[in-house]
């Protein structure tokens, strides 16, 4: 009986002492492939669970929402719905070019009681889209990550996203996200808004103590610097710094990778990861095959063929139903430094989604973290599903859509 009693003592502790400070990588993994990790929740079940745990509000920004009748976003919705019937007020923002090709879905939504969506069409403002791909649950609790809000996201394309509960760190994205109700309202005046906007040059950060990863350091992260209040948080600036920072490896893992933007160079990026190179870092970078067009590909292979950086492409196999559009893809968006500190978030890596375009982000500094996305890393890299670039070969282009 002592010793139950000093067990429970011991849990409600560590309980209070840790109380409202969570964080965890949240992952998709393509049926069918070896990619899964078995420590790690897949996304559906975590979507599940903070929507469950909401109590008076839920906010979601999103690039499309893409729902067909029993697939496994359904379960979500449902979810979804349930809480809005308890009360929770609910708001999607969506993007207005996406919400073109789909609308079904958005539309139902915002029919539901306590459930209100809005189309940000930000391409009119910033030239940009809302790419982000993020929720907050009672201003305390925000997941985010590469994970769009789509029946493929769930089972057919690998994916990374991240769950935090600190009320501190998602006050700087809920800041974000009343920014962005705000200019989505139908009859916004954009440009008072945009001049009401008051900017700093300061870097937000934060700490969290977790009961078994010890202190962890965050930086939140956005895009663009148009529709951010905090010009230090900016993605590409942090991005940078982060390279820069590198000592010893930086392993990459993203959709896309282009540093040309619209017949100009974009090469900041590029250029610090040929400097990381040159100073004896070691680059490894996962990119998809949806790489496979000229000039992107010629770019690719270019820094593939800098000492010290190897490139490979990921290609997932096609499900054993058959061809499916715009998935069985490598959609994850993360950067490891030295296995110390990583990157995750919503943004691929070219010149609009950094500049035009609604993007988050979080660094973290822990290096049980970083050693664990550096294992997921690791697990693509030697996989089947991978292979170094080759110089010499011409890649097809690959047919993604309809």
Same mark, same amino acid.
């Given at each position: 009986?002592?010793?139950? #009693?000093?067990?429970?003592?011991? *849990?409600?502790?560590?309980?209070?002492?840790?109380?409202?400070?969570? *964080?965890?990588?949240?992952?998709?993994?393509?049926?069918?492939?070896?990619?899964?990790?078995?420590?790690?929740?897949?996304?559906?079940?975590?979507?599940?669970?903070?929507?469950?745990?909401?109590?008076?509000?839920?906010?979601?920004?999103?690039?499309?929402?893409?729902?067909?009748?029993?697939?496994?976003?359904?379960?979500?919705?449902?979810?979804?719905?349930?809480?809005?019937?308890?009360?929770?007020?609910?708001?999607?923002?969506?993007?207005?070019?996406?919400?073109?090709?789909?609308?079904?879905?958005?539309?139902?939504?915002?029919?539901?009681?306590?459930?209100?969506?809005?189309?940000?069409?930000?391409?009119?403002?910033?030239?940009?889209?809302?790419?982000?791909?993020?929720?907050?649950?009672?201003?305390?609790?925000?997941?985010?990550?590469?994970?769009?809000?789509?029946?493929?996201?769930?089972?057919? #394309?690998?994916?990374?996203?991240?769950?935090?509960?600190?009320?501190?760190?998602?006050?700087?994205?809920?800041?974000?996200?009343? =920014?962005?109700?705000?200019?989505?309202?139908?009859?916004?005046?954009?440009?008072?808004?945009?001049?009401?906007?008051?900017?700093?040059?300061?870097?937000?950060?934060?700490?969290?103590?977790?009961?078994?990863?010890?202190?962890?350091?965050?930086?939140?992260?956005?895009?663009?610097?148009? *529709? #951010?209040?905090?010009?230090?948080?900016?993605?590409?600036?942090?991005?940078?710094?982060?390279?820069?920072?590198?000592?010893?490896?930086?392993?990459?893992?993203?959709?896309?990778?282009?540093?040309?933007?619209?017949?100009?160079?974009?090469?900041?990026?590029?250029?610090?990861?040929?400097?990381?190179?040159?100073?004896?870092?070691?680059?490894?970078?996962?990119?998809?095959?949806?790489?496979?067009?000229?000039?992107?590909?010629?770019?690719?292979?270019?820094?593939?063929?800098?000492?010290?950086?190897?490139?490979?492409?990921?290609?997932?196999?096609?499900?054993?139903?058959?061809?499916?559009?715009?998935?069985?893809?490598?959609?994850?968006?993360?950067?490891?430094?030295?296995?110390?500190?990583?990157?995750?978030?919503?943004?691929?890596?070219?010149?609009?989604?950094?500049?035009?375009?609604?993007? =988050?982000?979080?660094?973290?500094?822990?290096?049980?973290?970083?050693?664990?996305?550096?294992?997921?890393?690791?697990?693509?890299?030697?996989?089947?599903?991978?292979?170094?670039?080759?110089?010499?070969?011409?890649?097809?282009?690959?047919?993604?859509?309809?």
């Amino acid at each position: 009986m002592k010793q139950i #009693i000093v067990i429970m003592l011991t *849990i409600v502790i560590a309980t209070s002492l840790f109380a409202g400070d969570f *964080i965890e990588l949240v992952e998709s993994i393509p049926i069918e492939t070896t990619l899964d990790n078995d420590d790690i929740r897949n996304t559906s079940e975590v979507w599940i669970g903070m929507i469950n745990s909401a109590k008076k509000t839920l906010d979601f920004g999103e690039f499309y929402i893409s729902h067909k009748k029993g697939d496994v976003l359904e379960p979500v919705l449902a979810a979804i719905y349930d809480a809005a019937d308890r009360g929770v007020k609910v708001r999607f923002i969506v993007d207005g070019n996406m919400y073109k090709t789909y609308p079904e879905t958005a539309d139902e939504l915002n029919k539901h009681v306590n459930i209100d969506v809005r189309v940000y069409r930000l391409n009119e403002i910033t030239g940009g889209v809302l790419h982000a791909k993020y929720f907050i649950a009672d201003n305390k609790k925000i997941f985010m990550g590469s994970q769009n809000f789509d029946w493929r996201a769930l089972e057919h #394309i690998h994916e990374l996203g991240i769950g935090i509960e600190n009320k501190k760190l998602v006050s700087f994205y809920k800041e974000l996200f009343e =920014l962005d109700w705000s200019l989505s309202a139908e009859d916004a005046d954009t440009n008072t808004l945009l001049s009401n906007i008051v900017f700093s040059d300061d870097i937000k950060k934060y700490e969290m103590k977790i009961a078994d990863l010890g202190k962890v350091s965050l930086i939140p992260t956005a895009s663009n610097p148009r *529709i #951010i209040y905090h010009k230090g948080n900016w993605d590409e600036t942090q991005l940078v710094r982060l390279i820069d920072s590198a000592e010893e490896n930086i392993r990459i893992q993203l959709l896309s990778y282009s540093p040309l933007s619209k017949k100009h160079l974009y090469e900041t990026l590029d250029l610090a990861l040929r400097k990381a190179a040159a100073r004896g870092v070691k680059v490894e970078m996962i990119l998809s095959d949806w790489n496979f067009y000229s000039p992107r590909i010629d770019y690719i292979k270019s820094l593939h063929a800098i000492p010290n950086i190897d490139i490979k492409f990921s290609t997932i196999p096609e499900a054993s139903e058959g061809y499916i559009a715009y998935a069985r893809v490598e959609h994850c968006k993360f950067m490891v430094i030295d296995d110390k500190e990583f990157w995750l978030g919503t943004s691929n890596w070219s010149k609009s989604y950094f500049y035009n375009g609604r993007n =988050l982000g979080v660094i973290v500094e822990n290096i049980k973290l970083a050693k664990k996305i550096s294992q997921i890393f690791a697990k693509s890299w030697n996989s089947d599903y991978c292979h170094l670039v080759d110089l010499e070969k011409v890649y097809q282009r690959k047919e993604t859509g309809e």
